[in-house]
Every structure is written in C-alpha cells, then in structure tokens.
C-alpha cells in the first residue's frame, strides 16, 4: 500500500478558513465548525493511505481548472479537489460541492 505525502496549496486553506469561518459567524455556531474543520482536515489525512482508489473526476468545470488528472473527495457538503503527483497528494481546493456545477 502506498503511503502519500499531503500538500495544501494556499488555495485551498484559505477555502476552509471561509467555509469554518462561515459556519461560526453566521450560524453562530464555534462547536459545530470546530467539528467541521477537524472532519475536512481528517478526510484530507485519510488520502495518504487511499488516494490513489479515487477515480478521475470527469465533470468539465472540475478538469478545465484543476487539470485532468484531479480527483475529489466529499466531506459532509464540501468536495475536496486533488491530484496525485509520484507519492504526493496536492489538495487544490475545499469547494461547496453545489458551486461545482457552475464553476
């Protein structure tokens, strides 16, 4: 089995901070996106043991920007975009998975 170093691009961090941001400032709820962050940032660090079992996301919106060989991961409704490259996971962006369509 391989094991897979995990890289956050800025890109991305900063898309979780709006997303936890988000849920404790406008629901008012600090728990609720304390769990939502440690969620996103587990599924994230579950790709280095599995990411190469996803397949290739095939929706255009998706390949046009982050490139033909991205794959996603869903977590709760947040899609988490990424690529492998040799033994490296890039995470390209956390993104509502609602705006996917229309990106």
């Not at 709006?18 to 940032?41: A, M, Q, V």
């Amino acid at each position: 089995m391989s094991k897979f170093n995990i890289i956050i691009s800025e890109h991305a961090k900063n898309n979780i901070d709006d997303y936890i941001d988000f849920i404790f400032y406008e629901y008012k709820s600090p728990l609720t996106s304390l769990r939502h962050k440690e969620g996103l940032i587990k599924t994230i660090n579950e790709l280095s043991k599995n990411a190469n079992v996803y397949k290739y996301c095939s929706n255009k919106s998706v390949t046009d920007i982050y490139g033909i060989f991205s794959k996603r991961i869903n977590y709760k409704q947040m899609a988490i975009i990424f690529s492998i490259y040799n033994d490296t996971v890039i995470i390209h962006a956390v993104l509502k998975q609602s705006v996917i369509k229309g990106l």
